[in-house]
């Protein structure tokens, strides 16, 4: 199977950085990754699917890019309801792996 | 409004058996790949398993595979997970999930339900 693993698994940063995400992929998985955004006692939610097509009414602050096996989430100008956990999973085939999550938090 | 539902959790004993339903709404039920996705307290989401739209494909997690059931009631707009031989580690939200397009399984998950607690102990 292939194994989604996420870089850092946490970070702090101050409102208004930059904050980038990365998921590496085991194998080849083209475009297929979608990135979520889980606040903490919410529901996971879609941020960007394809690797890089933002999802309806996610803010422009979010990006995606990558393909094959190296992708990234990035945050333009982090926000305070931008705390949060994020995810990337493979959506190829089954199983659709998630990564192990990279919390958050303003620094 | 796109709903999805989740019930059926509560506590069972190790070893037991459990039937979680999902129900959906504001949208064709019929046209949809549904999953369930799972996170234990304090951990990250684990994908458990997967159902297409007309049931001709279903998947499941290696963790569940032989212990889990997933089926669903197309004239019903309802999903199922049915679990049996649960462990302790099968404690999580149990959370109903639909992919982002019809008639397929190769797409991200856009719609999710609130979650259902599922809590196993003696």
């Known amino acids: 199977d292939i194994q989604m693993t996420q870089s850092p698994s946490s970070l702090s940063a101050s409102v208004g950085d930059r904050v980038t995400i990365t998921c590496r992929a085991s194998?080849?998985?083209?475009?297929?990754l979608a990135w979520y955004q889980q606040k903490p006692g919410k529901v996971p939610n879609l941020l960007i699917y394809?690797?890089?097509t933002l999802q309806s009414g996610v803010p422009s602050r979010f990006s995606g890019s990558g393909s094959g096996t190296d992708f990234s989430l990035t945050i333009t100008s982090l926000q305070p309801e931008d705390v949060a956990t994020y995810y990337c999973?493979?959506?190829?085939?089954?199983?659709?792996?998630f990564g192990q999550g990279t919390k958050v938090e303003i620094k | 409004e796109v709903q999805l539902v989740e019930a059926g959790g509560g506590l069972v004993k190790p070893g037991g058996s459990l039937r979680l339903s999902c129900a959906a709404s504001g949208f064709i039920f019929s046209s949809y790949t549904m999953n369930w996705v799972r996170q234990a307290p304090g951990k990250g989401l684990e994908w458990v398993s997967s159902?297409?739209?007309?049931?001709?494909?279903?998947d499941y997690a290696d963790s569940v595979k032989g212990r889990f059931t997933i089926s669903r009631d197309n004239a019903k707009n309802s999903a199922y997970l049915q679990m049996s031989s649960l462990r302790a580690e099968d404690t999580a939200v149990y959370y109903c999930?639909?992919?982002?397009?019809?008639?397929?399984?190769?797409?991200?998950?856009?719609?999710w339900g609130q979650g259902t607690v599922v809590i196993v102990s003696s």
């Open positions: 159902i297409s739209s007309s049931s001709n494909y279903i």
């Open positions: 999973q493979k959506y190829n085939s089954a199983p659709w792996t």
């Open positions: 194998q080849d998985i083209n475009n297929y």
């Open positions: 394809g690797a890089s």
């Open positions: 999930a639909r992919v982002s397009g019809i008639f397929g399984s190769s797409w991200a998950f856009d719609i």
